[in-house]
């Protein structure tokens, strides 16, 4: 009989919690957790073809580890799985299913900053452009919920208490988490945003696009006026390449890596 074809992949990340440090994969078939050095497989969830529609494509995308020991991990169905970790050891349990959006999850961010305990402290996003603020918990609660904007959110991140999100339109939007009150907007790209990050130690904002350009923005917040500002820093390109992922090295920003489609490498860069 021929081999069942492999699952495509759409995520991979590391989730750091304070008992430990699991390696997460998701794909079309469903969820796959392993130690940190990926040698042992901890936890497998497959993902259900729901009955009402057989032909709908069905995959996981959007990872976060966040509160003390939870896996947040989204499905192209709009839920979001909540699974508790324990400190060792396979007994993963899914805790909790998050349903508040109605399309395919693109994006899950965890709080990069310390913040005081009760915090807002995960955000997720869909492909209409829907974005929800969570308070992590036994149970997890709503706090706010930014309604759609026509536009795929591609991209998000949370820092200290403001979303950061990119759309496939290009541009960058800064939201107040806990009001969901748009606070700063700017047209970054020309294309498609596939990738951003924050460090959180100096409020550099990374952003790759599909127009195989990468932006550093330099985000600042003061929690007395509560004034959001963004400004731009630097840009490179790297030609006939779309961009499709992009990170920081290090929390304070002073160096980034990129990658692209069809692209074998990974393209490194220190900031001067």
Not at 26 to 41: C, F, P, R
Not at 97 to 122: M, N
Not at 126 to 150: M, Y
Not at 155 to 169: K, P, Q, T
Request: glycine share 8%; hydrophobic share 40%.
């Amino acid at each position: 009989a021929p081999a069942a074809p492999a699952a495509l992949l759409t995520q991979a990340a590391w989730c750091v919690l304070p008992s430990r440090i699991l390696l997460v994969l998701t794909s079309q078939k469903g969820v796959q957790m392993y130690e940190a050095d990926g040698s042992i497989m901890v936890y497998w969830h497959a993902l259900d073809v729901p009955e009402s529609s057989p032909g709908q494509a069905v995959f996981a995308r959007g990872i976060a580890a966040t509160g003390q020991h939870f896996v947040c991990v989204g499905t192209s169905l709009g839920s979001v799985l909540v699974f508790d970790i324990p400190s060792k050891g396979t007994n993963v349990t899914l805790s909790e299913v998050l349903e508040q959006h109605h399309a395919a999850i693109t994006d899950i961010a965890s709080e990069l900053c310390e913040q005081p305990e009760g915090s807002i402290d995960l955000v997720t996003a869909d492909d209409s452009g829907v974005l929800c603020a969570w308070r992590s918990g036994e149970e997890f609660q709503l706090v706010s919920k930014i309604p759609s904007s026509e536009c795929p959110c591609s991209s998000v991140r949370l820092w200290n208490g403001v979303i950061v999100a990119g759309y496939g339109n290009g541009q960058i939007r800064l939201y107040e988490a806990a009001s969901g009150t748009l606070r700063a907007e700017v047209a970054a790209h020309a294309r498609w945003i596939y990738a951003l990050d924050v460090a959180p130690l100096s409020g550099k904002l990374l952003s790759g696009g599909e127009d195989s350009f990468v932006e550093v923005w330099g985000l600042t917040y003061n929690p007395d006026t509560e004034d959001i500002e963004i400004k731009h820093c630097q840009t490179e390109c790297v030609t006939d390449t779309q961009i499709c992922g992009a990170r920081f090295c290090d929390r304070e920003g002073s160096t980034f890596a990129i990658t692209g489609y069809d692209l074998s490498e990974i393209i490194r860069y220190v900031q001067p």
